[in-house]
């Protein structure tokens, strides 16, 4: 098979590198890849919001399957156009896709539905939401409705910080017309757990939960990042938790969607907070997290194209689904002043036998060397029977990898140590 994966981030690398398990993989052509990607499949400069592009090329090179990872062209309908084109694809089309595309459409959903979540408002103009935050209890989260990499969010802790986050995000159009209209939701308080599923609209698998780490610096401090590092499985996530998730949370998600003529096929990314009143969703994802899929689908002892195709097909349910009992720990090395200002094209290098346990992001190929290109560069990500010696392994892994201005958290799992001790 011809398979095509649209994305060039660790996330796509991650999902890559485990495609490459099935022999049936004849061909991964990623689009448009990065310098690190090149080295496990065919990278073609076409952007990820190209779909035109993107459904020409997969035309005219005969793709058998795609995968649509990133949240861009899936909100823009690059499966929707896929499809029509008789490509087969992993991923949701642009109606399900919402679900991530509009924070204002999932905060309705949910209400409609029943599903536990913050309260909430919304508004499209910057003078009622100033109007609000006058009397709103404080701390507040306030997020644009739109798209926005992962940085659209803002837990204010003062009222200042509130109104800063309105004006960022509607007059200065930081996120341009994602800021168009913003929610302001009530701040919850608890453990935050991280759970990827595949679904096939009517059947909804769990993979292994994880935990993120959203803050550029130690103790969660710092700028919101696109993320710093992952450990997996999240140990506040137990077997109860689990079940009630599933009963309060995952199905009548993927029912309500189904019942608004938006099912949804792929993976359902749900960010949830174990309050003292029991779990609530924070924000859906239409697609696999980054990098939470850096400590996920290591631990997937099962074909992920064979799940993939299951899912595609509306074939879930007769498709086994399995994971290692076992933990992973990513962490993220990025280049120093992320997620703001920071310089790039400085040489990345490792020792022999680390690629293995790297996935890359922001990296490219420059005079035959590979260079850093963005502010995540790349993630390691290391795989043990305990936690401890998971995190243990990717830090050893992380200190020999070298370029100028790299930087990384020193304390990714340290939370979820606390909790297992």
């Given at each position: 098979m011809k398979l095509l994966v649209v994305g060039g981030g660790g996330r796509e690398h991650a999902i890559i590198r485990k495609l490459k398990e099935n022999p049936e993989a004849e061909q991964i052509i990623a689009l448009p890849g990065n310098g690190g990607i090149a080295r496990d499949a065919v990278c073609v400069n076409i952007a990820a919001k190209d779909i035109d592009g993107i459904v020409d090329f997969a035309v005219k090179n005969r793709i058998d399957?795609?995968?649509?990872?990133?949240?861009?062209?899936?909100?823009?309908?690059?499966?929707?156009?896929?499809?029509?084109?008789?490509?087969?694809?992993?991923?949701?089309?642009?109606?399900?896709a919402a679900i991530e595309g509009s924070k204002v459409f999932a905060k309705e959903l949910m209400k409609k539905y029943g599903i536990p979540t913050a309260k909430y408002e919304v508004f499209s103009s910057p003078e009622a939401a100033y109007a609000y935050l006058e009397k709103a209890p404080i701390p507040t989260v306030v997020k644009a409705d739109g798209l926005a990499l992962g940085k659209g969010v803002t837990v204010a802790m003062t009222r200042d910080e509130a109104l800063a986050a309105v004006r960022e995000i509607m007059q200065d159009k930081k996120f341009g017309a994602s800021g168009d209209r913003i929610v302001i939701e009530e701040y919850l308080e608890g453990p935050e757990v991280s759970v990827l599923s595949f679904t096939d609209g009517n059947t909804l698998v769990p993979m292994?939960?994880?935990?993120?780490?959203?803050?550029?610096?130690?103790?969660?401090?710092?700028?919101?990042?696109?993320?710093?590092?992952?450990?997996?499985?999240?140990?506040?996530?137990?077997?109860?938790?689990?079940?009630?998730?599933?009963?309060?949370i995952f199905l009548p998600t993927i029912r309500a969607m189904k019942a608004e003529g938006r099912e949804f096929r792929g993976c359902l990314y749900f960010g949830l907070m174990l309050t003292k009143d029991g779990p609530k969703v924070i924000e859906y994802n239409c697609r696999f997290g980054d990098p939470e899929t850096q400590v996920v689908l290591p631990l997937l002892e099962s074909d992920l194209l064979t799940v993939m195709r299951a899912v595609t097909e509306g074939k879930l349910a007769q498709c086994p689904v399995r994971f290692r009992r076992a933990h992973a720990c990513c962490v993220i090395l990025a280049s120093e002043g992320y997620p703001e200002h920071y310089a790039r094209g400085f040489e990345i290098t490792m020792p022999e036998g680390t690629e293995k346990n790297v996935y890359f992001a922001g990296a490219a190929m420059k005079d035959g060397k590979l260079v850093t290109s963005g502010g995540r560069v790349l993630g390691v990500t290391a795989a043990a029977d305990s936690l401890p010696e998971a995190v243990r392994r990717a830090y050893e892994l992380a200190e020999g990898i070298r370029f100028e201005n790299r930087y990384f958290r020193r304390d990714i799992g340290r939370k979820a140590m606390e909790a297992l001790a």
């Amino acid at each position: 098979m011809k398979l095509l994966v649209v994305g060039g981030g660790g996330r796509e690398h991650a999902i890559i590198r485990k495609l490459k398990e099935n022999p049936e993989a004849e061909q991964i052509i990623a689009l448009p890849g990065n310098g690190g990607i090149a080295r496990d499949a065919v990278c073609v400069n076409i952007a990820a919001k190209d779909i035109d592009g993107i459904v020409d090329f997969a035309v005219k090179n005969r793709i058998d399957y795609a995968v649509v990872a990133p949240d861009d062209p899936l909100v823009l309908g690059c499966v929707n156009a896929l499809e029509a084109a008789g490509i087969p694809c992993f991923g949701p089309r642009a109606a399900a896709a919402a679900i991530e595309g509009s924070k204002v459409f999932a905060k309705e959903l949910m209400k409609k539905y029943g599903i536990p979540t913050a309260k909430y408002e919304v508004f499209s103009s910057p003078e009622a939401a100033y109007a609000y935050l006058e009397k709103a209890p404080i701390p507040t989260v306030v997020k644009a409705d739109g798209l926005a990499l992962g940085k659209g969010v803002t837990v204010a802790m003062t009222r200042d910080e509130a109104l800063a986050a309105v004006r960022e995000i509607m007059q200065d159009k930081k996120f341009g017309a994602s800021g168009d209209r913003i929610v302001i939701e009530e701040y919850l308080e608890g453990p935050e757990v991280s759970v990827l599923s595949f679904t096939d609209g009517n059947t909804l698998v769990p993979m292994v939960s994880s935990m993120d780490h959203k803050r550029a610096l130690d103790g969660d401090r710092g700028k919101n990042t696109g993320g710093m590092g992952t450990v997996a499985p999240n140990p506040y996530f137990t077997p109860e938790i689990e079940k009630r998730c599933m009963e309060e949370i995952f199905l009548p998600t993927i029912r309500a969607m189904k019942a608004e003529g938006r099912e949804f096929r792929g993976c359902l990314y749900f960010g949830l907070m174990l309050t003292k009143d029991g779990p609530k969703v924070i924000e859906y994802n239409c697609r696999f997290g980054d990098p939470e899929t850096q400590v996920v689908l290591p631990l997937l002892e099962s074909d992920l194209l064979t799940v993939m195709r299951a899912v595609t097909e509306g074939k879930l349910a007769q498709c086994p689904v399995r994971f290692r009992r076992a933990h992973a720990c990513c962490v993220i090395l990025a280049s120093e002043g992320y997620p703001e200002h920071y310089a790039r094209g400085f040489e990345i290098t490792m020792p022999e036998g680390t690629e293995k346990n790297v996935y890359f992001a922001g990296a490219a190929m420059k005079d035959g060397k590979l260079v850093t290109s963005g502010g995540r560069v790349l993630g390691v990500t290391a795989a043990a029977d305990s936690l401890p010696e998971a995190v243990r392994r990717a830090y050893e892994l992380a200190e020999g990898i070298r370029f100028e201005n790299r930087y990384f958290r020193r304390d990714i799992g340290r939370k979820a140590m606390e909790a297992l001790a």
